[in-house]
C-alpha cells in the first residue's frame, strides 16, 4: 500500500496491520496529509479546545540514574532542592488564579517524600481546590503507595514507560532498573482507578523503529488516558551527551499517529518540543495535540530542574507562561480552556 492509502485506513479504522504501522513510522512523505488527518480527527473530539496543565516540579533530588536525565543521582554537577508543602500549595494558589484545574506535581524518585509526606500534599491540595485534577509524576511506587495516594486525592498519574523494549530499556537505564517494573506500575495505576499517561522519548539513543513500533503496540494494550512524547535532548553531565537529540519531524509524525490510533487520548505539545524548535508546541498542535503544560514552578527552583540542555521558559514566572501558550495556540488556531481537561471517552460524545 501507498502511504496514502495508509493514511486513509488508519483514519477510517484507527489501525493498521504491523507492516503498514512500520512503513508509516519510517517514511516522511505523506506527512502534511497525515497532520491534516490528525487535526481533523482532534477537532472532531476536542474542537479547537487546547487544555493546561501547571507543572510544579517539586524536586530534583533522585535516587535513580538514568543515563539520559539531567538530574539523575549521579549527576554531582546538578544544584539539588525540595519544595516545602506551603511552597507547593501556594503555587496551587498562583496557579489557580491563573485558571489552571490541573496541578502536576512531578519530581524525581525522592526518598524524602515519603508517603505520608506525599499523602499530606495531596489532601492538602484537594480539600483547597476541590474542583481540580491532581496528578503525580513522582516515579515506580508499590501499588500499595498508589492506592494511598489516589485515596488522598490523587486521580490522575504520569509515568512514561519510556520504551517498550526490554533490550533497549536496558540501554537506557542501569541494570537495577527493570522495565517490567514499571509496565507493572502502570497496570497498578489503572487499576486502582487512576487517569495515566504514559509515553516515550522520540530518538533516544539506540532507538530504532522497531522500538517505536513496540511503543505503539504496548500503548494499545495499555489504553492510556493520556500519551506524553518529546524529543530526546542530550544533557551535557549524564553518560549521552555526545548523542543527537531526536528530530522534530519524526516526533510531529508520532503525535499525529498516536491521535489516529488513540482519537480519545490527551496528548500533550511538550516542553522537550518547545526547546528543540522554536514553534515546536505549535506545530505539536497542529499535528494532533491537544494539551499544553506550562511551568509553575517558582523560578529558582525552575532553573536547577533541568532533564535537559537548553531547557526553555526558565526565566519568566508563571504568569508570563500562562500567556505566552495561550498566544501561541491562537496563532494556529486552537483556543486555550480553563477547564479539568479530562480525557473524553467515546460515551461522553
Ligand atoms: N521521576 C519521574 C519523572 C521523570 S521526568 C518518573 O520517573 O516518571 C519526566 C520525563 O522527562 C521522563 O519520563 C522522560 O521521558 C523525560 N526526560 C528525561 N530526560 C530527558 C531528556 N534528556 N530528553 C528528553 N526527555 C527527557
Known amino acids: 500500500m501507498t502511504n496514502y492509502d495508509i493514511i486513509e485506513k488508519l483514519y477510517n479504522e484507527k489501525n493498521l496491520s504491523d507492516e503498514e504501522l512500520m512503513q ?30 501547571g507543572l510544579i516540579e517539586f524536586t530534583n533530588y ?23 508543602k506551603e511552597e507547593i500549595l501556594s503555587t ?13 506535581l512531578q519530581g524525581g524518585e525522592d526518598p524524602f517524600f515519603t ?22 509524576s513522582i516515579g515506580e511506587k508499590s501499588r500499595d503507595s498508589y492506592r494511598a495516594y489516589f485515596e488522598a486525592g490523587a486521580n490522575r498519574y504520569l509515568l512514561r514507560h519510556e520504551t517498550a523494549s ?40 539506540f532507538q530504532k523503529a522497531e522500538d517505536i513500533f513496540s511503543d505503539l503496540r504496548f500503548l494499545k494494550k495499555l489504553e492510556p488516558d493520556m500519551i506524553g512524547i518529546g524529543p530526546f535532548i542530550s544533557h551535557r553531565d549524564t553518560p549521552f551527551e555526545k548523542y543527537e537529540n531526536g528530530s522534530l519531524e519524526l516526533t510531529l509524525r508520532l503525535i499525529a499517529i498516536l491521535r489516529l490510533l488513540f482519537p480519545y487520548a490527551n496528548l500533550p505539545a511538550t ?40 531547557k526553555i521558559c526558565l526565566g ?23 477547564s479539568v481537561g479530562n480525557a473524553k471517552r467515546p460515551i461522553e460524545i
Not at 473530539?45 to 493546561?52: A, H, K, R, T
Not at 543521582?73 to 546538578?78: F, K, L
Not at 499544553?292 to 525552575?302: G, I, Q
Request: hydrophobic fraction near 30%; charge should be positive; charged fraction near 30%.
Open 92 to 104: 496551587c494558589r498562583k496557579g489557580f488564579e491563573l485558571g489552571f484545574r490541573t496541578f502536576v
Open 24 to 53: 508509516l513510522i519510517q517514511t516522511s512523505e505523506y506527512d502534511k496529509k497525515l497532520f491534516e488527518k490528525a487535526d481533523s480527527r482532534r477537532r472532531e473530539i476536542y474542537g479547537d479546545e487546547v487544555y493546561l496543565r
Open 115 to 136: 508517603d505520608e509526606k506525599i499523602c499530606q500534599i495531596v489532601s492538602e491540595i484537594r480539600s483547597k481546590f476541590p474542583e481540580c485534577a491532581i496528578t503525580l
Open 271 to 310: 516542553t522537550a518540543l518547545g526547546t528543540i524548535h522554536p514553534q515546536g508546541r505549535e506545530l505539536g498542535l497542529k499535528a494532533g495535540a491537544n494539551v499544553v503544560m506550562p511551568n509553575l514552578t517558582p523560578v529558582e527552583e525552575r532553573k536547577k530542574y533541568l532533564l535537559y540542555d537548553n
Open 166 to 205: 526490554e533490550a533497549h530499556y536496558k540501554k537506557l537505564h542501569p541494570h537495577e532498573m527493570e522495565l517490567e517494573n514499571r509496565k507493572r506500575c502502570l497496570f497498578d495505576l489503572k487499576e486502582i482507578g487512576y487517569q495515566v499517561g504514559a509515553g516515550f522519548m522520540v530518538g533516544s539513543p
Open 62 to 84: 533522585c535516587k535513580n540514574n538514568c543515563y539520559y536525565c539531567g538530574i539523575r543521582r549521579g549527576n554531582s554537577n546538578a544544584v539539588r532542592y525540595r519544595m516545602t
Open 316 to 338: 519568566e514566572d508563571s504568569a508570563q507562561c500562562r500567556g505566552c501558550v495561550e498566544r501561541r495556540a491562537e496563532s494556529v488556531g486552537y483556543r486555550v480552556v480553563t
